[in-house]
């Protein structure tokens, strides 16, 4: 099932598919919903709940985002961790689920960490794909800046054909070219959105304190080819109360529940049946 629901001011879309346990998804920026198709489908035995995060794919931005936050940019509106969250639980509610597990990568992980810190008590399960605890290093906040003028002065197109090739991994790229373009087309941020994703990623705080708090299980798969999140990074998650299970997969991207769709499928499901036994 496809739909629609509001949550502050703004028309989000989703997708509700499949039966039994309930996770949601959370996918990366600029994506959408779509980037975790080829993996749902190789994973049975899930209610599959994939929202895409407003501004992104179906969904609105909205016209009431906070100005000022950003402070190297200080007139950009921010798309903030926590109003990404808000608008999951907005569609859990929505849709009646009270608990579910829940996976992100890259934004989709910083919004689980979000999730966490509002109301731990609705999951029961964090998977992390590419995607860290950590803030913004200065080198990042320099690109974001430089995002934010670019999109700003000269529109999407650039930017996005830059981030495509880059977040893919080296194998993924090589052995199947396609992907780059597959990608490069679910990449649909308008400009405004564009600058304020960036500043909502500038503004992210530092989730390293929450992974300690985190009491139920963690699955962190980290990708050897990903440019943007390394599998140092994501060592963090070892410190999760709740145990981590953590893989590292050595050909892999920043995308890489859509270049290995399969294995972290497989991954997933394997972890997914530990809770119930």
Known sequence: MNGTYLSDGARLGFRDTGKGTPVVFLHPTPLDREYWRPMIEDL??????VPDLRGHGTSELGDNLPVGGFARVPDAPVLTMTQLAVDVFRLLDILQVREAVFAGCSIGGYVLLELWRMAP?????????????????????????????????????????????????????????????????????????????????????????????????????????????????????????????????????????????????????????????
């Open 44 to 49: 049975a035995g899930v209610r599959a709940i």
């Open 121 to 277: 008590e609705r999951m029961n399960g964090l998977a992390f794909v590419c995607s860290k605890p950590q803030p913004d290093a200065e080198a990042n906040l320099v690109k974001r800046t430089e995002n934010i003028a670019q999109a700003r002065t000269l529109g999407t197109e650039g930017l996005f054909d830059g981030m495509a090739p880059s977040l893919i991994g080296k194998t993924a790229r090589e052995r199947r070219p396609a992907i780059v373009g597959e990608l490069r087309a679910r990449m649909t941020l308008t400009p405004q959105a564009a600058v304020a994703v960036q500043a909502g990623l500038a503004t992210r705080p530092d989730s390293t304190p929450t992974v300690a708090t985190i009491g139920v299980p963690v699955l962190a798969i980290a990708g050897g080819e990903d440019s943007a999140v390394s599998p140092a990074d994501m060592e963090a998650f070892h410190s999760a109360l709740g145990g981590c299970e953590f893989h590292l997969l050595p050909d892999a991207g920043h995308f890489a529940a859509y270049e290995q769709p399969r294995k972290v499928a497989a991954l997933m499901a394997e972890w997914l049946r530990q809770p119930e036994g």
